[in-house]
């Protein structure tokens, strides 16, 4: 009976441990799920969409002519682009010894994602139009950072000059009609989706520095462009090295380094003569402008303020900047101006462009639209007619 007894416990003791480990296991397995529904979430759109945000704009060795396009082939969509990613490893130590080491993780763990997709947008890494410790103007045409780092470590300024180059910038049409103080309309039309073509072997981007005899700002006191200084590089990627190694060592009190992003090739021209003659056959009378400005077109690095703002804005005055605008991402519409024979475009021609958007613009101005023009008035045309068939505009008093 003892013996049963002892069994019996012996059996219940067992039981109740594996009902522990049971417990224990289903615990642990509910965390890990948890987990892995967290990862998923934040991986939402990266790891499993179709690779890198933009090819690398790889560096002209020519300085100056159309050649080699970057955003080349590759292999591997999957593999990441040569620039992309937010900062290097002397960047990140350098946000973290000035205080900056959320900024610091935050871009290690993006870098680590990859860059994510939006769908319906073009494939770019948007995360490089606001960089950390970066400024974007109210106009929205540059980005600015006086961060010190940038102005005395020339592997930092040289990688994010070549992070930045690999987006595009923003060029926009902006049409406005009026009739003395009154604005019958004013829309904007972005052209940036002609820049940048949805197939990595088509993008036509580089990067160029200034050749010699070419009039730019090269840094110095000199408040107007020149020949001089001059470096010694056998392509663009040393070039780019050597320059911010220029400005580095520059001992100016106060000193600017420009990346500016060009759109080449674009027939403007002809366009304006569309717009004009689209609005005319509305019956518009008043006054029209057509302009083509372009947006977050400038990153500007400048030496950190020695006191303050002020201080830095009375030296300047007195003693200039020292300024250098050496450096050009280049995003060409087509590979040649209008006219010449050979031209390819990144994306469409002029003309079909207009095609596909001149009822749209037609409609926004019949309708007297302060605002963007969108793909939404693009699919209402086509879904819906709106636009079509419209000729004269009452357009009222110019008093009411």
């Known amino acids: 009976m003892a013996s049963s007894t002892s069994a019996a416990d012996e059996k219940a003791r067992v039981q109740e441990h594996l009902n522990r480990v049971s417990a224990r296991d289903n615990e642990k397995n509910h965390q890990d799920e948890n987990i892995y529904s967290e990862s998923l979430i934040g991986a939402e759109s990266t790891d499993d969409e179709e690779g890198p945000a ?113 987006v595009p910038p923003k060029p926009i049409i902006h049409i406005t009609g009026q009739r003395g103080r009154k604005v019958d309309f004013s829309v904007k039309i972005n052209l940036m989706n002609l820049l940048v073509s949805d197939d990595l072997r088509r993008r036509m981007n580089y990067v160029r520095c200034v050749g010699r005899n070419e009039l730019a700002m090269r ?29 580095v060592n520059d001992p100016a009190s106060v000193k600017v380094f420009v990346l500016e992003r060009q759109v080449a090739n674009m027939d403007i021209n002809w366009l304006e003569g569309q717009v004009r003659s689209l609005v005319a056959s509305t019956g518009y009378k008043g006054a029209v402008t057509v302009k083509f ?26 003693t200039g900047k020292s300024t250098y605008e050496v450096v050009k991402s280049v995003w060409p519409f087509a590979t040649h101006k209008s006219g010449e024979p050979g031209r390819k475009y990144a994306v469409q021609s002029e003309q079909t462009w207009w095609k596909e958007w001149r009822d749209p613009i037609r409609y926004a101005i019949s309708m007297k639209r302060v605002g963007w023009v969108t793909n939404e008035d693009k699919l209402e045309v086509l879904m819906e007619g709106v636009g079509k068939g419209i000729t004269v505009i009452e357009w009222g008093s110019e008093h009411t």
């Not at 870098?111 to 106009?139: C, M, V």
């Not at 000199?222 to 320059?243: H, M, Y």
């Not at 400005?293 to 303050?308: E, G, I, L, M």
């Open 293 to 318: 400005p372009v947006t977050h077109a400038r990153v500007v690095v400048q030496s950190p303020d020695k006191v303050n703002k002020f201080f830095t804005s009375v030296t300047t005055l007195f």
């Open 219 to 247: 840094g110095g006191s000199s408040k107007t462009p020149s020949v001089v200084p001059d470096i010694e590089s056998s392509d663009a990627a040393s070039a780019i090295d050597q320059w911010c190694l220029q400005y």
């Open 54 to 166: 933009a090819g690398p704009s790889r560096p002209r060795a020519d300085h100056g002519d159309h050649g080699d396009h970057a955003g080349r082939a590759v292999d591997d969509d999957h593999a990441p682009p040569m620039y992309s990613g937010p900062a290097s490893p002397a960047q990140e130590a350098a946000l973290v010894s000035q205080g900056g080491s959320a900024a610091a993780a935050a871009a290690a763990a993006a870098a680590k994602r990859g860059p994510p997709r939006y769908p319906g947008l073009l494939h770019l890494d948007y995360r490089l139009y606001a960089p950390p410790l970066f400024e974007l103007s109210e106009d929205k045409t540059t980005i600015k950072s006086n961060a010190s780092y940038l102005s005395s470590t020339v592997s930092a300024l040289a990688n994010l000059v070549r992070e930045q180059a690999t």
